[in-house]
């Protein structure tokens, strides 16, 4: 028992641990020498050292003397009772001998008490039995040394009976504690409810935008593989139009230049038969002898070169003809001998024409695609309209698909609804650049397109049957030949679609609408030029099958 009051006491004042390796001041105070050490090594660079208990001051650094009265005491206490560091809580006041757990707190006793000092506690009305506290001292009236029974709602005090009828609170309104504390409770539940709910919220905006976050993240991966895929193929078309390009223009410029070497070759063999007749001529002149001068038999033709074709250059013996030196066109012509020989002139000039024809409809090409697969912003959706829709084809819940059927619909006859196979989207584009994609899902004859409001629906008129519609037609009924078509007009595509998926894109102010086939790399099919004069719809046509737009978007009309 004695052992067990000694416990408070066994405890450094600066750790607030029992004693490890105890050591003394001068002082008398007793610390751990761990403890100690740390502070005087943080006073050393003041000059001048204190105990921490009495703050008796020390010129050097202070002698530790081991306190070897103490480290018995503690070791003592420590194998009497060797789990007394593993007890939490508080203790019952009166096992002394002993630290058991209390149970409760007595307020008006100001002890706490485990289970078997609690049976033979007094259970009268004035001994309060309150949770294990060691707080006991803040449940009395600091004034009247009463317990607090009461709550001044005008003061929001915990008062005792005196403060309530001759204290300062005479006259407010109290309260019993329990009340008090019951409503406060309340109070208090309904502000968690609310705090709950905040953070339930709280958690469900934090998922949602977890969500987003991925959503945008998988994207934004999706778009980079995207773009990293068309950027590999547009410098692939690049390289290969330079390629080919290159390989024009040297063919041209081999052809040209060996037409050339042979022009050059047959005029350097005249010029070098005029230089020996120069010469000849030149001898004769110089000759005194006038009788040798006459009886020259090659001064007949060279006395009157004029009428010598070998000489004319206009004649035919040979004939060089420069066409377009002077006009700075691209043509020059070479006639030898009576014939004519084209070095190149018209044939470069044609074919300089072809290649800068080619180089301007690649580039045009490509800038084109990417305009309409690149640069794009968030999806719009393309709703199918129910109300145009043909009875025999039946309409999906989310107006994306329509699929051909035998069984009549039975939907009212209007004016604005297709007679067969056909359905036009709600929405309408007067302005700007749009996309969307088509899929096609085993039919035998499809169309998809555009068209104006005004096309006829009472009749059998097809997608590109008129003037008012162009379509892309395809599927198994056309022996898996592909066309387009615009006032009955049919044009058959060089190749046939592999996939079943088809883009749509429409630049309304530059009255184009092209068609494309959704493969790798994505393939330009055809394009519609026309000066649009009314809105425009989607359009699309089935039969044994079904088609579904399976997306849209507007194009960025900065570009």
Not at 10 to 17: E, Q, R, T, V
Not at 123 to 145: A, Y
Not at 409 to 437: C, I, K, P
Not at 536 to 558: C, E, F, T
């Amino acid at each position: 028992m004695a052992s067990a009051d000694l416990r408070p006491e066994l405890n450094c004042s600066i750790c607030k641990d029992i004693y490890t390796d105890p050591v003394t001041l001068r002082c008398g105070h007793s610390f751990c020498r761990v403890c100690i050490d740390g502070v005087l090594d943080t006073e050393g660079g003041y000059g001048e050292y204190s105990c921490p208990e009495c703050r008796a001051t020390f010129q050097k650094w202070p002698p530790l003397q081991k306190n070897i009265a103490l480290c018995n005491v503690v070791e003592k206490v420590q194998s009497t009772h060797p789990h007394q560091e593993e007890i939490t809580g508080i203790c019952c006041s009166y096992c002394v001998g002993s630290s058991v757990p209390a149970v409760t707190s007595c307020i008006h006793c100001e002890a706490s008490l485990c289970d078997n000092h609690l049976r033979v506690h007094s259970k009268g009305p004035e001994h309060v039995l309150t949770d294990p506290t060691t707080s006991l001292e803040t449940r009395k009236c600091s004034v009247h040394k009463k317990i607090l029974e009461y709550y001044c709602t005008e003061d929001a005090a915990c008062i005792c009976v005196s403060c309530s009828l001759a204290g300062e609170h005479r006259g407010h309104r109290v309260k019993m504690l329990d009340d008090a504390s019951k409503k406060k409770k309340k109070k208090l539940r309904n502000g968690l409810q609310k705090l709950i709910t905040k953070r339930n919220k709280t958690e469900e905006t934090v998922q949602s935008l977890e969500e987003r976050r991925r959503k945008a993240q998988e994207k934004a991966a999706g778009e980079a593989e995207r773009v990293t895929a068309l950027c590999t193929n547009i410098r692939r078309q690049v390289d290969d139009l330079e390629k080919k390009v290159l390989s024009d223009i040297s063919r041209w410029e081999e052809e040209v230049s060996m037409s050339l070497s042979d022009v050059i070759q047959k005029l350097e063999i005249k010029n070098d038969e005029l230089s020996r007749k120069m010469r000849h001529i030149e001898e004769l002149c110089n000759m005194m002898d006038p009788l040798t001068v006459l009886l020259d038999p090659d001064t007949g033709n060279l006395c009157d070169p004029e009428e010598d074709g070998d000489e004319d250059t206009g004649g035919h013996d040979g004939v060089v003809q420069a066409t377009g030196l002077h006009d700075g066109s691209d043509e020059t012509t070479v006639e030898y001998d009576g014939g004519d020989e084209d070095t190149g002139g018209h044939d470069g000039g044609d074919r300089s024409a072809e290649l800068t024809s080619l180089i301007s409809c690649t580039l045009s090409a490509m800038i084109r695609d990417i305009n309409v697969f690149f640069y794009v912003q968030d999806p719009a959706d393309i709703l199918l309209d129910v109300n145009t829709a043909a009875n025999n084809l039946l309409i999906s819940d989310d107006l994306k698909t329509a699929t051909w059927t035998e069984i009549t619909q039975n939907r009212a006859e209007t004016a604005e609804r297709f007679l067969y196979y056909q359905v036009m989207s709600g929405r309408r584009f007067t302005s700007g650049r749009h996309y969307w994609d088509v899929e096609i899902r085993g039919s035998v004859l499809w169309m998809v397109g555009m068209c104006y409001p005004s096309i006829d629906r009472r009749r059998n008129s097809h997608i590109g049957d008129n003037n008012k519609s162009w379509g892309l037609y395809g599927g198994l009924g056309y022996n898996n030949q592909h066309l387009v078509r615009h006032d009955s007009k049919v044009i058959p595509l060089p190749h046939q679609i592999s996939s079943d998926r088809v883009r749509i894109y429409l630049d309304y102010e530059a009255g184009q609408l092209s068609f494309y086939e959704l493969c790798d790399p994505i393939r330009h099919l055809h394009t519609f030029t026309a000066a649009f004069s009314e809105p425009l719809h989607a359009v699309l046509w089935v039969y044994k099958g079904s088609i579904g737009i399976s997306g849209g978007a507007a194009v960025r009309n900065d570009m």
